[in-house]
C-alpha cells in the first residue's frame, strides 16, 4: 500500500493521503474489549486472539477457534502480555482480524453475497459490479465504526494537518 501511495506521490506530484491515527491504540483497545468480554458497538469478538509480551523473551500465545471468555486469556492480560490480533465480526455480516497496527486482515463478507444474489442478475458482470456494491458499501460501514470504536480520529493530528 506504501509503495502504490509513493507512485501516485511521485505521478502526480501530491497525494495527501496519511494513514488512520486512533485516539485509543489498537492493542489497548482489544485489551479492554477482552477483559470486559464484550466489544464496542456492532462488533463482537471471534475466537481467534494473539497475545505477544513486552519483555525481551517476547512470549507469544495464539488462540485459533478458542473461546476467548475463560480464566487462561484473564491471565496472560494480568501477567502483561498484550493483544497483537484479534478476530472480530461486524453487524453479523463481516469478519475479520484486528492487529495492533490497525490493519484488517482476513476480511469475510458472511452474508453480504447472497443478499447482492437475491437481485436475480443473471450476467456475470451486473453480478459483479452488485457485489462489489454490496461490499464497498459494508467496508465503508465497517470502517466507520472501527474509526469510532477506537476513539474516533486522533484529534491531535488533524489540529496539526489545519
Known amino acids: 500500500a506504501e509503495e502504490l501511495c509513493e507512485m501516485l506521490r511521485e505521478t502526480l506530484g501530491t497525494f495527501p493521503v496519511t494513514p488512520v491515527d ?27 486472539l494473539e497475545l ?35 478476530g472480530l465480526t461486524w453487524n453479523d455480516r463481516v469478519s475479520f482480524v484486528l492487529t495492533d497496527k490497525l490493519q484488517a486482515k482476513r476480511i469475510d463478507f458472511l452474508e453480504v453475497q447472497d443478499e447482492a444474489a437475491d437481485g436475480g442478475e443473471s450476467d456475470a458482470h451486473a453480478r459483479f459490479d452488485a457485489d462489489f456494491a454490496v461490499m ?3 467496508l465503508a460501514a465497517l470502517l466507520a465504526d472501527l474509526v469510532g470504536a477506537l476513539g474516533g480520529e486522533c484529534v491531535r493530528e488533524q489540529a496539526a494537518a489545519a
Open 136 to 138: 464497498a458499501g459494508e
Open 22 to 48: 486512533t485516539e485509543h491504540a489498537p492493542h489497548l483497545a482489544m485489551a479492554a474489549w477482552l477483559r470486559s468480554g464484550d466489544a464496542p458497538l456492532r462488533f463482537g469478538i471471534d475466537q481467534d
Open 52 to 86: 505477544q509480551g513486552a519483555a525481551p523473551s517476547k512470549a507469544l500465545v495464539r488462540y485459533a477457534r478458542h473461546a476467548l471468555d475463560g480464566k487462561p486469556v484473564q491471565q496472560h492480560l494480568q501477567d502483561g502480555l498484550q493483544p497483537t490480533r484479534l
